[in-house]
């Protein structure tokens, strides 16, 4: 993983954090929204802020600050009564990726999402081709 670590993201992380997702909304997302940063901002505090129960926000950093992240919040199933994890935001710098980072990244997703956020449906949005095959 290039010298880099994975950990929870913690408030101070909120300036570099937005830089990726918009990244993540302009390269990864084809949308045609226009990323707004007030907006990100708001939703990544809420995010971060959230019992650890209830939503995730998982940081790749190196010496050179933050190179990736991977959020996820808890929400009722729009079709049965089961509880389930959806990710909102998966994106690592072109520069950093590696099968073997984001097979960490969606390990330690899965594995938070099933043994402490209690889950029994966890979603992926998988939008890189690459990473399909995991």
Known sequence: MRNGKLRLASLEDIDQAIPLIVSFVN???NSPETPDEEV???????????D???SLVLV??????????????????IFSRLKQS???CFYI????RSFKLYKE???????????VAGV???????????VEAL
């Not at 990100?40 to 959230?50: D, E, H, M, P």
């Not at 933050?66 to 808890?74: C, H, K, M, N, Y």
């Not at 710098?93 to 950093?96: A, I, L, R, V």
């Not at 990244?105 to 043994?115: F, G, P, R, V």
């Open 27 to 29: 390269e990864e997302m």
């Open 105 to 115: 990244m969606i390990s330690l997703y899965e594995q938070w999402a099933e043994e």
């Open 52 to 54: 650890i129960k209830e």
């Open 93 to 96: 710098k072109p520069d950093y």
């Open 40 to 50: 990100i901002r708001n939703t990544a505090v809420s995010l971060i802020s959230k």
């Open 120 to 130: 029994e449906l966890v979603t992926l949005a998988l939008l890189d081709p690459r």
């Open 60 to 77: 790749y950093e190196t010496e050179e600050g933050l190179q990736g992240i991977l959020s996820a919040l808890v929400i009722p199933s």
């Open 86 to 88: 959806l990710e909102l």
